[in-house]
């Protein structure tokens, strides 16, 4: 049960695995009762698939949100923010008549991702050989050490030609200089790069925003706002299975330093849950399946990566990690996706500890050592063969699904709020 005694104003959205629980879906349903959706961190790595009316959106920097019409949308100062991207994105919304204007913001204060941001990620990917982490070389490491290490060149830096000159000249000396000494890599003229990023940051300027005011700006008047998280708790950079992890803080607690707010406007929290676990790129992942069960939910689930298209490395529902992640996030409920993916199979096995050595554990352990090592202790549950994607109401579940649902409930601790069963906006179940 949460901690929190009392309740902010907001609903936040947070996966509880390594990313791809189906957030992108989850947002979408949630947005349409809502006025304000806010991505606090992450970058272009994320990847968000919604289907509305027909038709599949993969949304990378744009929240989610921006289908519902009357929903207006804000990508805060957490986030790492690659124009490129977003103005694909944007052409892609305007074709389909999605109106941008006066909807759309980003917060002057993101910090910019620069191609020099994207080769190294890949370069230092390429050098590492068997310890590479299988990012999505999409430049968000790189760009979130350049804002710890204070180098990086924010939005509002941008639009200033002075400021950006300055900064993006001090940043191409030392990156061309370990492009081309450490990896014997190319580098990037000055000159280029400039007129480019310059010309990003004109086209920009209509978007900027301060991400903190408009959020209590809308409090203030009594609208709803929704934080949607992207990648997954076990994805995060403090308490994820680093060094597999992202750049940011996937978490509830990434909102407050992400949006621009105090974390006292966090309210509601909903964890989401894939029925089954995947991970894409490195790292432990206990209850992988290699096999036929793997195979299995791989193509039934469409487990490829939105972002890169890599196939998902699949596996039983993890209850260890998972209950680690709502209690880390003090989710209020929990939001099963997918859970028609896992029709049809007979036996379903769901850990509940690992084996570690001679040691049986119920913690998430922080070494990845350990985790490399982990043998997952199964409980077996009957699985169901009806098709469920008709089904509204958890009483329209066939028995073995409810008491799946009933499973993960009583193991993570969390009560279940809402069931998604299919990839279209009506395939959902509230409870
Ligand atoms: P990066 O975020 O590109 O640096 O990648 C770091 C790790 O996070 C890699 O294992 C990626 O595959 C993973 N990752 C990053 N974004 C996502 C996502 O949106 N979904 C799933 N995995 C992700």
Request: proline share 3%; aromatic share 8%.
């Amino acid at each position: 049960m949460s901690l929190r005694s009392k309740r902010g104003k907001t609903d936040c959205v947070i996966g509880l695995q390594w990313g791809d629980e189906g957030k992108g879906k989850i947002v979408d349903f949630l947005s349409e009762k809502r006025d304000l959706v806010v991505r606090y961190q992450g970058g272009s790595n994320a990847g968000h698939t919604v289907m509305a009316n027909g038709e599949e959106f993969i949304f990378h920097l744009i929240p989610t949100g921006i289908l519902h019409r009357n929903v207006k949308c804000v990508i805060g100062q957490g986030v790492v923010f690659d124009p490129e991207k977003f103005f694909e994105e944007v052409e892609v919304l305007r074709s389909h008549g999605v109106r941008i204007e006066g909807r759309l913001f980003v917060s002057r204060r993101v910090h910019v991702v620069f191609p020099y941001h994207k080769a190294l990620d890949s370069l230092r990917e390429r050098h590492a050989g068997e310890k590479k982490i299988g990012t999505t070389s999409l430049g968000i490491g790189p760009a979130y050490s350049d804002k710890s290490a204070r180098l990086g060149i924010r939005l509002c830096d941008l639009i200033d030609r002075t400021t950006f000159e300055v900064l993006l000249a001090q940043n191409l000396k030392e990156k061309n200089a370990l492009i081309r000494s450490a990896y014997k890599g190319r580098g990037f003229s000055f000159k280029e790069l400039y007129e480019r990023y310059a010309d990003y940051g004109k086209r920009l300027v209509p978007f900027l925003c301060d991400c903190g005011e408009i959020v209590r700006d809308a409090l203030k008047k009594g609208k709803k706002v929704l934080f949607e998280g992207a990648q997954g708790t076990l994805l995060d950079i403090d308490n994820g299975t680093y060094p597999f992890v992202t750049s940011s803080s996937t978490g509830v607690d990434g909102i407050a330093s992400g949006a621009g707010v105090s974390p006292q406007v966090i309210g509601r929290v909903f964890g989401v849950l894939k029925a089954y676990a995947t991970r894409v790129g490195g790292g432990p992942h206990p209850t992988e399946e290699s096999g036929e069960v793997g195979n299995l939910l791989r193509e039934r689930g469409g487990e490829y990566g939105a972002t890169t298209g890599r196939p998902r490395r699949c596996g039983w529902l993890d209850c260890v990690s998972a209950k680690y992640a709502a209690d880390l996030n003090d989710v209020d409920s929990l939001i099963i996706t997918k859970l028609d993916v896992l029709t049809g199979l007979k036996r379903l096995k769901v850990a509940v500890a690992y084996r570690i050595g001679s040691k049986e554990v119920r913690e998430f352990p922080c070494q990845v050592s350990a985790l490399w090592k982990a043998k997952p202790v199964y409980i077996e549950v009957p699985g169901w063969s009806e098709e469920i994607g008709g089904a509204r109401r958890f009483s329209q579940l066939p028995k073995n699904a409810r008491n799946y649902i009933r499973l993960i409930e009583k193991l993570v601790g969390r009560p279940v709020s809402i069931i998604s069963v299919g990839s279209s906006r009506e395939q959902v179940i509230g409870r």
